[in-house]
């Protein structure tokens, strides 16, 4: 097992073997941080900016001790203070403009942001939202932060000749907050990328923005890739190009119908599978989560292998969202007893 993964195995740690469980990002808020978000927004509520970054801060206070409870081994705060995953970061980034939201499906609107000028870094914009989150976890902290690539692409562009200028533009500022990260403690980051599954043919463009993301950040660093929905096979063994630790991949909601992609050539980068769906308000049985994690287990061995949900589960309600990360890590640590055990065959080593 590398020691950029060893980094995360809990002190006393029970089995001989590690699969690492963590969540991918957001997760369900609380009914009265949402209430708590409409009094900041009315001019007339005398509820004003303390009273909103103290509600913030009990929101992530409780939902990264919910993690620890469910037995998490790396957490995150579920995004409290984030509205949208795009939306957040335009709205900290010079250059960007908000006028006003767009339809994007039945009666769903997004506030699509546009790029009205050159990009620019000025403040950070997550590393309040760390050091808070780490100040309050007994367990390591992850950091999700949405990529240059689907920034562009999920934008309007007005300034730049190409999505692609746009895009490199965009990855020399994720790069400039991820040292600041660093200096804060950081030693896990989690790039999403959900636009490259559309436009798989991007490929490319992607792994120069991931280059200029992780250049200079020290390898002891976790650099992880969020991919979800799509069709993997166009843009797999691509992906292993990347320069990133981690793979993390939404396959549970597909009944892992793409396993078979993933298997050759080698999947030599680790792979996050996801093991439990993020689209269905049910929790799967702790059977049914040892099931899913054995079929990752054909593509990796378990010292390659984390096991977290398809994707953020903010969708669904809060009481299964914690069911589905109470299971999910009875199921690792199940799974490794049993591979300690030597019950359990491991097709990734044959």
């Keep these: 097992m590398s020691e950029n993964r060893e980094q995360f195995r809990p002190p006393g740690h ?4 590690f699969l690492l469980t963590t969540v991918v990002g957001s997760y369900p808020k609380p009914s ?48 409290m203070r984030r509205n949208e995953m795009v939306e957040f970061f335009a709205d900290r980034i010079d250059g960007y403009e908000f006028n006003g939201p767009v339809k994007v499906w039945g009666h769903n609107y997004f506030d699509k942001p546009s790029v ?20 309050v976890a007994d367990r390591p902290v992850k950091v999700p932060i949405t990529g240059p690539y689907t920034l562009a692409s999920w934008s309007f562009n007005e300034a ?60 002891d660093v976790r650099i992880g890739l969020h991919v979800c929905y799509g069709d993997y096979s166009r843009i797999y063994p691509e992906l292993l190009d990347f320069p990133v630790h981690e793979l993390d991949l939404e396959l ?22 996801g093991v439990v769906d993020a689209h269905v308000a049910e929790v799967e049985s702790v059977e049914q989560i040892e099931r899913n994690i054995r079929k990752g287990l054909e593509v990796v061995p378990p010292e390659q292998l984390t096991v977290s949900p398809d994707c953020g589960v903010k969708l669904l309600p809060r009481e299964v969202a914690y069911g589905k990360m109470e299971n999910l890590v009875t199921a690792a640590r199940n799974v490794e007893a049993e591979l300690d055990a030597g019950e359990i065959d491991v097709p990734a080593r044959d």
């Design 252 to 273: 549970a909601n597909g009944d892992y119908d793409q396993l078979d992609v993933l298997k050759q050539p080698e999947f030599t980068k680790d792979l996050a599978l």
């Design 116 to 135: 009205t000028g050159e990009v620019e870094y000025d403040e950070s914009w997550l590393v309040s939202e760390y050091e808070f989150t780490a100040s």
């Design 160 to 219: 730049y000749d190409g999505e692609e200028a746009l895009a490199y533009d965009l990855a020399d500022l994720v790069n400039e907050e991820i040292e600041k990260l660093v200096a804060a403690g950081a030693r896990y980051i989690q790039i999403d990328e959900p636009a490259l599954a559309t436009t798989p043919d991007d490929h490319a463009i992607v792994g120069e923005c991931l280059e200029r993301i992780v250049s200079g950040i020290p390898d």
């Design 14 to 17: 029970e089995n001989d073997h």
């Design 32 to 79: 009265w941080l949402n209430r708590a978000r409409d009094l900041h927004a009315d001019p007339e509520s005398e509820f004003d900016d303390e009273d909103w970054r103290e509600a913030q801060d009990d929101a992530s206070r409780l939902i990264t001790n919910e993690h620890e409870r469910a037995g998490l081994d790396v957490v995150v705060d579920g995004e």
